[in-house]
């Protein structure tokens, strides 16, 4: 689910990246799932873990040039994680 929703946010905002780079951050990103089974669970299902994994992906992935690039594809990870878990939440 990562890995299309980081390529699809490349593919609308028209910009190349490195396929090695978004397979290593998908795969990073997809194995917080196995944190649940850590004393970490807290955080990573706190609002708060949730937007600095967000922030962490989208510079794994685009890299950080400045503000205004960053921005954009923040705006479409987040709200991409949070709509996967609670469709009813995004179209309400």
Not at 19 to 33: D, Q, W
């Given at each position: ?15 190349k ?7 290593i ?8 799932v ?36 960053l ?20 179209f309400?």
């Amino acid at each position: 689910m990562n890995i299309i929703l980081l390529l699809l946010t490349a593919r609308f905002l028209k910009r190349k990246i490195s396929m090695k780079r978004l397979l290593i951050v998908a795969a990073v990103s997809s194995s917080t799932v196995f944190l649940i089974l850590t004393p970490l669970e807290g955080f990573f299902l706190h609002p708060l873990g949730k937007f600095l994994l967000s922030v962490g992906v989208v510079i794994g992935t685009f890299g950080f040039y400045n503000f205004s690039f960053l921005f954009p594809r923040f705006i479409y990870v987040l709200y991409g994680q949070f709509c996967s878990r609670r469709r009813s939440a995004c179209f309400s």
